[in-house]
């Protein structure tokens, strides 16, 4: 089959002569072919830059929507650290007025070292500066209220009940049933041993006159003070004692140091509580300092 051709006439204005070109159909069908294939790129690459465009758009949106919210959690953390350390103050605050009066519970641990403090507000989700804001309050006005309590309580008689641990340390016998540490046969413990070092000083729990100085029997270098209202505490097992009988003492006034005398297998101090000469669970009697 032949080659047809096509002539191209092109007619100037004005008196120019007339041109024409003759194109084979072949060559046509090329030229046409790629001139749909070059507006199909060119259409394809502007399809192209809008979404690229609108991408970048979206992205940017993005970038400062996270960076708006990091700004939020940054915000969020200062005034969570504001408010732990605001938390940190009010639990001491609570636990001086928990000691005052007798209340809380002991910080001791039996049969090992007390474990370290934690806290705070936890940040696993950001918590909403707002709300922050109004805990933030509420723990000002908890903490204008428990000063104005303890400036009440400064103002008054001071508490006679024992409240707080006659010495640092770690529980190494409990009150109650037991097994002699020197007979090995079943006793009651009257009350509870605290393990530290030799010479760790021993503290009056409560305020009280000093009824006994002196070695007591198996109890060795031993301290009892009378607080009224029919309470007495003792402690027992002192390498030094620094009272004496009738002597005024204040609650956390230093009474003596741990030791080994009497009857004991290594330095502690044996803590008793007696309510009209009975003895009793010294626990419920020890608070936060």
């Given at each position: 089959?032949?080659?047809?051709?096509?002539?191209?006439?092109?007619?100037?204005?004005?008196?120019?002569?007339?041109?024409?070109?003759?194109?084979?159909?072949?060559?046509?069908?090329?030229?046409?072919?790629?001139?749909?294939?070059?507006?199909?790129?060119?259409?394809?690459?502007?399809?192209?830059?809008?979404?690229?465009?609108?991408?970048?758009?979206?992205?940017?949106?993005?970038q400062?929507?996270?960076?708006?919210l990091?700004?939020?959690?940054?915000?969020?953390?200062?005034?969570?650290?504001?408010?732990?350390?605001?938390?940190?103050?009010?639990?001491?605050?609570?636990?001086?007025?928990?000691?005052?009066?007798?209340?809380?519970?002991?910080?001791?641990?039996?049969?090992?070292?007390?474990?370290?403090?934690?806290?705070?507000?936890?940040?696993?989700?950001?918590?909403?500066?707002?709300?922050?804001?109004?805990?933030?309050?509420?723990?000002?006005?908890?903490?204008?209220?428990?000063?104005?309590?303890?400036?009440?309580?400064?103002?008054?008689?001071?508490?006679?009940?024992?409240?707080?641990?006659?010495?640092?340390?770690?529980?190494?016998?409990?009150?109650?049933?037991?097994?002699?540490?020197?007979?090995n046969?079943?006793?009651?413990?009257e009350?509870?041993?605290?393990?530290?070092?030799?010479?760790?000083?021993?503290?009056?729990?409560?305020?009280g006159?000093?009824?006994h100085?002196g070695?007591?029997?198996?109890?060795?270098?031993?301290?009892?003070?009378?607080?009224?209202?029919?309470?007495?505490?003792?402690?027992?097992h002192?390498?030094?004692?620094?009272?004496?009988?009738?002597?005024?003492?204040?609650?956390?006034?230093?009474?003596?140091?741990?030791?080994?005398?009497?009857?004991?297998t290594?330095?502690?101090?044996?803590y008793?509580?007696?309510?009209?000469?009975?003895?009793?669970?010294?626990?419920?009697?020890?608070?936060?300092?």
């Open positions: 089959m032949e080659d047809s051709r096509f002539t191209i006439l092109i007619v100037p204005s004005g008196r120019s002569e007339l041109r024409k070109f003759k194109i084979s159909s072949k060559y046509l069908s090329y030229g046409l072919i790629t001139l749909a294939m070059l507006c199909a790129l060119g259409i394809g690459t502007i399809v192209h830059y809008v979404k690229v465009y609108k991408q970048a758009k979206i992205v940017e949106k993005v400062q929507e996270n960076a708006n990091r700004a939020s959690l940054e915000k969020s953390e200062v005034l969570a650290q504001k408010l732990n350390r605001k938390i940190s103050s009010l639990s001491r605050l609570s636990a001086r007025l928990k000691a005052i009066t007798g209340l809380g519970r002991s910080p001791l641990k039996e049969e090992q070292a007390p474990a370290g403090g934690m806290g705070g507000v936890s940040l696993s989700q950001a918590p909403d500066p707002g709300q922050l804001m109004a805990l933030e309050k509420k723990a000002e006005l908890l903490e204008k209220n428990l000063k104005g309590l303890q400036s009440y309580i400064d103002t008054k008689k001071p508490f006679s009940t024992p409240s707080i641990p006659p010495a640092p340390g770690f529980i190494s016998s409990t009150f109650g049933s037991r097994l002699n540490p020197f007979t046969l079943p006793d009651f413990h009350g509870i041993d605290i393990c530290n070092s030799y010479g760790t000083p021993v503290l009056a729990t409560a305020r006159t000093v009824i100085a070695s007591l029997g198996s109890f060795g270098q031993t301290v009892e003070i009378d607080h009224g209202n029919g309470i007495t505490t003792l402690f027992g002192l390498s030094k004692i620094h009272v004496k009988v009738g002597q005024v003492v204040s609650r956390g006034e230093r009474i003596g140091l741990m030791g080994n005398s009497g009857m004991s290594g330095p502690h101090v044996h008793e509580v007696r309510v009209h000469d009975q003895a009793v669970n010294p626990r419920p009697y020890l608070a936060r300092r």
